[in-house]
C-alpha cells in the first residue's frame, strides 16, 4: 500500500553520486555496537538511507574497527570508541578518499553521525567530502505538541493529531517515521501533549494508558528521544479523586508519590513532566497561596528518584486586565512572578520561557528574564507553529526570528547570549536547552504548507548547532526535500528568507503585534484585542500609537539588564523594527529613514502585498521543476497568503487613514 505522509528531509530519491556507489557497500561497525539500541538503528538508516539513494544493500559488518582503519579500508565506519575526544552526543565524520569514518564515545553520537553522513550524501556530496566534528549545543531539544486526546491540536494548522485519535493513543507506522524525522535533527525529547491538560489527556499517567505509552518511549528511545508529558496540576482532584492539590498538602504529596512511582513502573525512560499552572484557567500553586517554586519542586522532589524532571512553564500572566488600566503590563509578567525566585528552584526543574515577553509575535523583544535567573535552569520556547505567522498558510521562514533571540546579549552577569544561557555555556549546567511547539499534524505533508517543513527541520538543525545561518539551513533542507537543481534552490532560497520580513511587512508594524482576529488569531482585526481583557494593546487614536513600556509608563524597560534598559527607554536608541512596543509615537514623528511613522505604515503594507506577488511570480518560474503535490500545495497557499495580505494592508492602511486623516503621499487607494 503506497505510504499516506510524505518522507520530508529523508525523501532519498535515487540521486546517489556515482563515486559514492562503489564506496558504500560495507558498513564497518564497532562490536560494541552489536545489540546496542541506537548503533542498531544508525546502521538500519544508513542501510535504508544508501539503498533508497540507488546503492546496494550494503553488507554489515561488526569487528574491531578503529578511527584509522578508514585510512586503508573501504566503505563507511561507525567507531565507537568510549575515550575519543569528542563531547557527548557529538561524532567526529571525516571522508578519507575511500571510507567515511564517524567516530563517537556514545551511541547516540553515531546516530547522529549515520544521519549527517547521509545528510551530505542526499545534498549531493561524495562521502569522501564531509568533514566535521558536532557535538550538540543544547543539551535538551524538545518539541512540544500541543496535541488533545480527541484528536484535535491548538493552534495546529495540518490537520488532526497522528498521535491521538478519538481519546485513543495511535501507534503504527506513521508514528514510526515521525520519531526518526525528529531524530535525524538532532530532537531528543518530545511532549506528546498539550499543555493544557483537558478531558481524557487527564488520564494519560493511569494505568489504561500507560501501557501504551510505554510501547511510544520503546520506540522513541531507539532513537534517543525521552518522551514526556504535559500533566495538569490539578491531578490529584481531577484523577486522584482529593480535594486539594496544595503541594505543602501530605495528602497531595502522598497521592502524586504513587502516582509517579506507578507511572515509572510502567514508563521507565520517562523524561518527566511539562507543566503550565496558574495561567489562561490552569490551576497551580497560587490556589493555595504557594508559589511557582513549591509547586515545582513538590514535584521534582518525587521525580528525582525516577531521574525525571519538572519543566515549569513561565508564561504565566493574568488574563483579566482591564483595557483602560494603563499601568498593568502582561510584558512584565513573566518577570514578575518568576525572578524573585530564582535560586529557589530544585536543581531538576527548568524554567521554559517564551522567546519574547508577549506571545510569540511576529516581532517583540526578547524576553528579560534570560538575563535575570542566574541561578535557575532555563529553557527557551518558542513556536514553529505558526500561529500569529499566518497558520502554515503564509509562508514564514522563522529560523532568522530563532537566530536573533539566541544572539541576543542579556548583559547577565557581564555578558551572556540567549544562547550561552540556555545552553548551559554560561553557568555551566546541563539541564537547559531549547523547546519548540511543533508545526505537524497528519495532512499528508506533515505541516500543512509544505515549506513550513523548512522550520520544523531548521529548528533541529538549529538546536544542535546555533552558528548555522538561517542560509545554510535553508539550503540544507531544499537540497535534501526537493532536489539539486541550482534554480529552484535560488528561488526558494530566497523567498524563504524574505519571508518573515514580507509578513511583517503586510501586518503588525514596528513591533505593536496583536492586530490578528481574536481566538483564531488568523487575518486581521485591528482592534479585535483592544477592549478586551487579555493585556494586548496598541493604544492608537488620533494622534499616534504605540504603549509607552518606559519608567514613566509601564516600566516594562527597567526589566533589563544595563545597557539593554537605557537602549529600549530611549526613542533614539531603541531598535526601530520594536519602536512601538516601547513607545508611544505619533504618526507625524520621524523615523530613520525621513519617512513619517504614518507613511512607514502606509509604505511597507503596500509594499508587503507586492513582495507577495513577486514570490508568486517566481514560484511560477520554478513550478514544473518541483513535484507536482508540492507545486499544487504551495501554489494555492500562495494564493490564499496574497488574498490575506491584500486584507492585512487594505484594513490596517485604511483603519489608520481614518483615525488619523492623513492621507498617503503616493495618493494610493484607502478605504
Ligand atoms: O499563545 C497562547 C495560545 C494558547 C496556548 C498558550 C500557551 C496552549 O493562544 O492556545 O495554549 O499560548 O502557550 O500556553
Known sequence: MEQKWTKLWLAYPERMRQENLEIVTKIHASESCQGDRLAVSAVRELTAG????????????????CEQCGQTGEGIYLVLAENANIGAEGYRLNGTGRSAVIVAKDT????????????????????????????????????????????SIERGYSGQSFFFVQNEIVINDRTGDYIRYMASVGINGIVINNVNVRGRANELITAELLPKLQTLSC???????????????????????????????????????????????????LGGFLIKADSEGNHGPYAYGRDHAQGANMLADLLREHGGIVIWRCFVYNAGQDWRDKKTDRAKAAYEHFVKLDGQFRENVILQVKNGPMDFQIREPISPLFGAMKKTNLMLEVQVAQEYTGHQIDLCYLIPLYKEVLDFQTYADGEA???????????????????AVTNTGDDENWTGHDLAAANTYGYGRLCMD??????????????????HDAEVERVI???????????????????????????????????????????????????????????AGTGYTMQYNEPN???????????????????????????????????????????????????????????????????????????????????????????????????DEQGRTLY
Not at 424 to 430: F, L, M
Not at 466 to 483: F, H, K, M, N, V
Not at 511 to 535: F, K, L, R
Request: proline fraction near 5%; charged fraction near 25%; include cysteine.
Open 466 to 483: 546555533p552558528s548555522l545561518s538561517a542560509e545554510t539551513i535553508a539550503r540544507e533542507w531544499i537540497r535534501q526535500t526537493i532536489g
Open 219 to 269: 520506540m522513541m528511545q531507539d532513537y534517543g528521544i525521552r518522551l514526556f508529558l504535559s500533566v495538569n496540576f490539578a491531578a490529584p482532584i481531577r484523577i486522584g479523586g482529593l480535594e486539594s492539590a496544595d503541594p505543602l498538602d501530605p495528602a497531595a504529596i502522598g497521592w502524586w508519590k504513587s502516582k509517579i512511582d506507578e507511572i515509572y513502573r510502567f514508563v521507565p525512560e
Open 50 to 65: 544508501i539503498t533508497a539513494m540507488g546503492g546496494k544493500l550494503p553488507e554489515v559488518i561488526y569487528e574491531t574497527v
Open 417 to 435: 547570549t540567549v544562547e550561552e544561557v540556555v545552553s548551559g555555556a554560561k553557568y555551566g549546567n546541563r539541564l537547559c536547552g531549547m523547546a
Open 108 to 151: 547516540r553520537g553515531l546516530l547522529y553521525g549515520a544521519f549527517a553522513l547521509l545528510r551530505h550524501m542526499s545534498m549531493g556530496e561524495t562521502v569522501c567530502e564531509p568533514s566535521e566534528t558536532v557535538v550538540p549545543v543544547m543539551p535538551l531539544r524538545m518539541l512540544n505538541h500541543w496535541d488533545n486526546m480527541d484528536g
Open 493 to 551: 532560497l530566497d523567498m524563504l528568507l524574505r519571508s518573515r520580513e514580507i509578513y511583517e511587512n503586510y501586518t503588525c508594524p514596528l513591533g505593536i503585534g496583536w492586530m490578528v482576529t481574536p481566538a483564531t488569531h488568523y487575518g486581521p482585526s485591528v482592534n479585535g484585542y483592544e477592549y478586551d481583557h487579555w493585556g494586548t494593546y496598541h493604544r492608537a487614536d488620533h494622534l499616534g500609537i504605540g504603549v509607552d513600556r518606559t519608567s
Open 565 to 663: 534598559a537605557s537602549m529600549y527607554e530611549h526613542r533614539e536608541t531603541c531598535p526601530e523594527e520594536l519602536l512601538l512596543f516601547f513607545h508611544r509615537v505619533l504618526y507625524t514623528e520621524k523615523l530613520k529613514s525621513g519617512k513619517t511613522l504614518i507613511q512607514h505604515i502606509y509604505d511597507t503594507h503596500f509594499l508587503g502585498v507586492e513582495q507577495v506577488k513577486e514570490m508568486i511570480a517566481a514560484w511560477k518560474t520554478i513550478a514544473d521543476k518541483v513535484p507536482e503535490r508540492m507545486n499544487e500545495n504551495v501554489s494555492e497557499r500562495l494564493d490564499r497568503q496574497l488574498y490575506i495580505a491584500r486584507e492585512w494592508c487594505d484594513q490596517v492602511n485604511s483603519f489608520f487613514w481614518r483615525i488619523s486623516g492623513i492621507p
